[in-house]
């Protein structure tokens, strides 16, 4: 997941591969609270691991459930629609709308005491449909915000099961949802009717529900759209294990990637066309705008068809959430593009119909807005803007326009708080980049003398910026090392031999830790014996060139910091910004001192300057790769300047060669 502040993605220009999705969130949170109703034990295969699944889990605890997790395998042991747990208890939901109006109903349903919160966009998001039709059920509830919206405080009810009870369709399925989750619970004697006041909107979501209900043994009759039965005798039972499909939702990014990128076409693999999921019909409207898409048993394929795609004029109703995704390709059509009925996205994460808006116009569409309708007209080539894009802390906006990186103009994208994918789908930008190729993927190279802190400033500069790190000196280390282990002496009389390992070193980085082949090195190439190794290898040629195809093999999505002797001069030429940075003998001798003494070493200070220098004017001297900044390098000098100072100045640096 990518926890920066913003996340840069560079212009694409394809895309090709397959991609496993993480399991649906409508279908994950459901299945939890079914198998936390029922009786008996009930493992849950493919479970979506996100924020929202885990306020459910978390809820679930509190409510003295047996949760056991194991990946994204999760055992639950359920309640048998009986609490056991009768103290007062609170609920932090998140933003969480498919654990809120469930867990509402259900407690309220069954009783006690309880407080229901969440983040303050929950406590915008309406729930009093829901609330007004489990009074009429007698359930005791209370506003403890504001009138018609969260938080919430439940007590014991007092049931009364005689008239059908009415809700509201036309706001949010989820009250029917949560109800029909809710009252068989409370079937076991009668027969309860639900009505359906009004048109009821996300249909498709109401058949997940009615799906799931009858794995867990609940057979709900319905008449039409507007009338739903709970027969008598009704009594939840557990599968035993179920499994998640992958979120057709989430799917719909991909599906709109294959439909836009130049590729071999894209392959999404968890679901397919015959997918219990209503979002899953987001591939009619792809196809509709050109997409040539193929299924197999949970699968997908996508390829271009269409280009550049073609507008069309939809009533979204049944496709809510990947609706979104079709206003982003709209930008990439023929024509206007018109997303109708769509009034349910005023009330989502954000104002939906607005965010896109607003996001769309900053790339420089123009756009069209009513109360239930967006207009979106295409993008031509020599129109793109540039743009930072604002996420409202929606994990779709961030997603749908990460699609915009395919634009014509091959201009960047910024995404703004990144993170906010992880309601859904914390690996989204991952997944994408493991398929998306990009016109030129972003370096940032830093080089310097020995203890002028460049690593740790890369390695820094790489996390703020979601960048990959490559530490080139740690591979002359790892040569060295492995070199050394193969009995060679390091010097000219083995350099092909060196050079043959350097090629096939069988190296992997991961977080702090460095790997050759099964062994932990980590600590073994940062000995001061390791350095001079690296030194006397690195000076070989052979060694030098066999090392330059590894290297460039880190330049991957989104972005790279490179660190090290050559990387601007010799192996990324291109870079856009190339750093220098100095810092005065005595300063690098005091930093490596502190260093060494805290790992327990007994060095004196002046014997490292002494080294440091020489080091210096060996490296300066050297013939093969000496040290030199690059011609268009930056200076800088940190001598006198706090890590933090030092990176600052680099990411101003950077933000300079930026368009946003
Ligand atoms: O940065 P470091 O101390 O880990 O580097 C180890 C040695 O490898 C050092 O002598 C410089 C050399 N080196 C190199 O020649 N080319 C690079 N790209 C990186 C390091």
Not at 74 to 90: F, H, M, N, P, S
Not at 92 to 121: Q, S
Not at 151 to 173: H, M, T, Y
Not at 622 to 634: F, G, I, N, T
Request: overall charge negative; aromatic content about 6%.
């Amino acid at each position: 997941m990518y926890a920066t502040a913003f996340l840069d993605l560079p212009a694409l220009s394809g895309a090709s591969g397959a991609v496993l999705l993480p399991g649906s969130k409508s279908i994950s949170n459901r299945v939890l609270l079914l198998s936390a109703l029922c009786e008996g034990t009930t493992t849950v295969h493919d479970l979506l691991d996100s924020d929202d699944t885990r306020v459910m889990l978390a809820a679930l605890r509190q409510l003295g459930c047996g949760v056991a997790q194991d990946g994204t395998t999760v055992t639950i042991t359920g309640l048998g629609g009986r609490l056991q747990k009768t103290q007062a208890l609170e609920f932090f939901m998140g933003n969480a709308g498919t654990a809120m109006r469930p867990l509402t109903a259900a407690l309220a349903v069954m009783g006690g005491d309880f407080t229901l919160k969440g983040v303050p966009r929950m406590h915008e998001r309406p729930i009093g449909d829901l609330v007004d039709a489990l009074r009429l059920l007698g359930c005791h509830i209370d506003y403890l915000g504001n009138e018609g919206y969260p938080p919430l405080r439940i007590r014991e009810p007092n049931l009364v099961l005689e008239a059908p009870i009415q809700v509201r369709g036309d706001v949010s399925s989820q009250f029917l949802t949560a109800l029909l989750m809710a009252l068989p619970l409370a079937a076991e004697q009668r027969a309860i009717t639900i009505d359906v006041v009004g048109e009821l909107i996300s249909k498709p979501y109401i058949e997940i529900t009615l799906k799931l209900l009858a794995r867990y043994g609940i057979a709900v009759q319905r008449e039409g759209w507007s009338r739903f039965v709970i027969p008598a005798g009704s009594h939840y039972r557990s599968p035993g294990s179920i499994h998640v499909e992958a979120d057709a939702s989430s799917a719909s990014y991909f599906i709109a990637l294959g439909a836009l990128a130049d590729g071999q076409g894209i392959t999404v693999q968890g679901v397919g066309v015959d997918s219990i999921q209503g979002d899953i019909r987001f591939v009619e409207a792809a196809q509709l705008m050109g997409a040539q898409v193929s299924s197999g048993p949970n699968t997908l394929h996508i390829q271009r068809g269409a280009w550049p795609l073609k507008g069309i004029d939809l009533d979204c109703n049944h496709i809510p959430d990947a609706a979104m995704t079709l206003a982003v390709m709209a930008l990439y059509a023929d024509s206007p593009t018109t997303l109708r009925n769509i009034a349910s996205w005023r009330v989502k994460e954000t104002d939906r119909i607005a965010a896109m808006a607003t996001e769309c116009r900053k790339l420089g569409a123009t756009v069209e807005e009513g109360p239930d309708w967006l207009r979106i007209h295409p993008l031509p080539a020599g129109a793109w803007r540039a743009a930072s894009i604002h996420t409202y802390d929606d994990h779709r906006v961030a997603m749908c326009f990460s699609l915009a990186a395919f634009n014509a103009d091959q201009v960047p994208v910024r995404i703004e708080d990144p993170k906010c994918v992880a309601k859904t789908f914390p690996d989204y930008f991952e997944a994408l980049f493991s398929v998306a190729q990009a016109h030129t993927v972003p370096v940032i190279c830093i080089d310097g003398p020995t203890a002028s802190g460049k690593g740790t400033l890369a390695a820094r500069l790489a996390h703020t910026l979601g960048y990959h790190y490559l530490d080139s000196g740690a591979l002359y280390r790892l040569t060295g090392l492995a070199a050394t282990r193969a009995g060679l002496p390091l010097d000219a009389s083995a350099e092909p031999a060196i050079a043959d390992l350097a090629r096939t070193l069988p190296v992997r980085f991961q977080g702090e830790q460095v790997w050759l082949g099964t062994d932990d090195v980590s600590e073994a190439i940062r000995t001061e014996e390791a350095g001079m190794n690296a030194s006397r290898v690195s000076a070989l040629p052979a060694v030098r060139t066999a090392l330059v195809a590894l290297q460039h093999r880190f330049r991957q999505l989104p972005g790279l910091l490179a660190d090290g002797r050559d990387m601007g001069t010799v192996i990324f030429p291109d870079a856009p910004l190339k750093v220098f940075l100095t810092a005065s003998a005595a300063k690098r001798a005091e930093r490596r001192h502190k260093q060494l003494i805290s790992k327990g070493f007994s060095v004196t200070l002046d014997s490292l300057r002494a080294d440091l220098e020489a080091r210096d004017a060996r490296d300066l001297s050297r013939s093969v790769a000496p040290l030199k900044p690059a011609q268009e390098a930056l200076s800088l000098d940190n001598s006198e300047l706090s890590i933090e100072a030092s990176v600052d100045q680099v990411l101003a640096w950077w933000q300079r060669t930026q368009p946003f």
